[in-house]
C-alpha cells in the first residue's frame, strides 16, 4: 500500500508507468515548518473542492473537514481501521487510490502511516468521509516520494473510513 513507509518504493514503482509529477521545493505553501509546508497558503486546484476557511486546523499541516460525519465506532489510537482513499498533489494531479480495491487497513497512531493520516484520521466515525490537506512536515517531508510526490508536497485526501477493529 502505498501509505506503508515498508511499501511505499514497491507501490510507486507501480504508478510510475502512469503518473508523472513535476514541481519544486520552493513553491506556495512553504512555510516555516521547518521546510515543510502550510496548507493555509496553499494554492489547490479548483477539482478537489478544499476549502480552507471551511475546514478545522489541527495544527499548522493538519487541517480536515467530514464531508460526512458517520454514525460507526469511532477511529483512536491502537485499533487497526479500513478505509477507502484517493490522494492528490495540491494541483489536482491524482497518485493513489484503492477505491473500487481492497480496502487498506492499518493500525491507527502507531507510525504505519503518515503522520498526517495517523492524526487526521482520529475521531471518524465509520461510514464517515473526511477531507484532509495535509502539509510535507505530515506526509513525506523535503524527500518527498519521486516520481509521484515531490518534495515538500502538500498532499490531498479523501478518506472513508469502513470498520475499525
Known amino acids: 500500500m502505498l501509505l506503508r513507509k ?3 518504493a514497491a507501490a ?3 504508478f510510475a508507468a502512469v503518473v508523472s509529477c513535476g514541481g519544486d521545493s520552493s513553491g506556495p505553501g512553504t512555510s516555516d515548518l521547518g521546510g515543510g509546508t502550510n496548507p493555509a497558503t496553499e494554492t489547490y486546484a479548483a477539482s478537489l473542492g478544499v476549502n480552507i476557511s471551511a ?3 489541527k495544527s499548522d499541516a493538519l487541517y480536515y473537514q467530514d464531508l460526512v460525519t458517520g454514525s460507526g465506532a ?3 489510537s491502537g485499533h487497526t481501521d479500513s478505509v477507502t482513499y484517493t490522494g492528490w498533489l495540491s494541483n489536482g494531479k491524482q497518485f493513489d487510490s484503492n477505491v473500487g480495491k481492497a480496502a487498506f487497513g492499518f493500525v491507527l497512531g502507531v507510525g504505519n502511516v503518515i503522520p498526517g493520516w495517523d492524526q487526521g484520521i482520529v475521531g ?3 461510514g464517515g468521509t473526511r477531507l484532509l490537506a495535509i502539509g510535507s512536515a505530515l506526509a513525506y517531508g523535503t524527500q518527498g516520494r519521486p516520481p509521484a510526490i515531490p518534495s515538500n508536497s502538500t498532499l490531498v485526501f479523501k478518506v472513508q473510513l469502513l470498520s475499525v477493529q
Open 124 to 126: 471518524m466515525h465509520v
Open 74 to 76: 469511532v477511529a483512536t
Open 55 to 57: 475546514m478545522t486546523k
Open 12 to 14: 510507486c514503482a507501480l
Open 6 to 8: 515498508r511499501t511505499f
